[in-house]
């Protein structure tokens, strides 16, 4: 019997697109990952806020094997995404917006699922975003946030349709 998959109708071109931003993360949470990096902390817990020692302690003992996690994650995204890289310059804009489908796997959905929470957490820290107060939908370099956060939606979605 073969496992269930949840399927995603995506653009070639949003593929190209997430399929280069998984791979930025992949080198952020990667083997040469700068710790002190703000959005690298942003992808860490903090259960202790009020007690600095022991928020370090618990980041340090916890903190490589939670980012080596995300990487994992992230590469079974990138996998999964492979047949929909391409040069978006070189896309005439048939292909570039022809949709296409991608069979996740049900073992894998909790990947993607926490890849693309990973990623709008890295875009929110690189834009400021503390609070919804911080979000601006009227100003454009909040729409990769928005998207990502339409396609994490229209995953969860799929994810539930299989259950």
């Known amino acids: 019997m073969s496992e269930p998959v949840v399927r995603i109708r995506m ?5 190209a697109q997430l399929a280069q931003l998984v791979d930025d993360f992949r080198e952020l ?10 959005a690298i902390a942003r992808l860490l817990p903090d ?4 007690d600095e020692d022991s928020s370090r302690a618990f980041r340090d003992a916890t903190g490589d094997d939670l980012l080596d996690r995300r990487a994992l994650d992230a590469d079974i995204v990138r996998s ?4 929909m890289r391409g040069d978006l310059g070189e896309m005439t804009q048939s292909d570039a917006f022809t949709e296409h489908d991608l069979d996740i ?5 909790d990947a993607w699922m926490r890849t693309l929470t990973a990623l709008r957490l890295v875009i929110a820290d690189r834009l400021g975003i503390e609070s919804d107060d911080d979000h601006d939908p009227d100003d454009p370099r909040f729409g990769v946030y928005d998207w990502l956060g339409y396609r994490l939606e229209l995953t969860i979605e799929a994810a539930d349709e299989l259950l």
């Open 80 to 83: 999964a995404l492979a047949g």
């Open 29 to 38: 949470v990667g083997a040469n990952r700068e710790i002190d990096d703000p």
């Open 11 to 15: 653009a070639r071109v949003e593929g």
């Open 47 to 50: 259960p202790y806020p009020d």
């Open 105 to 109: 796997p049900a073992s894998d959905i």
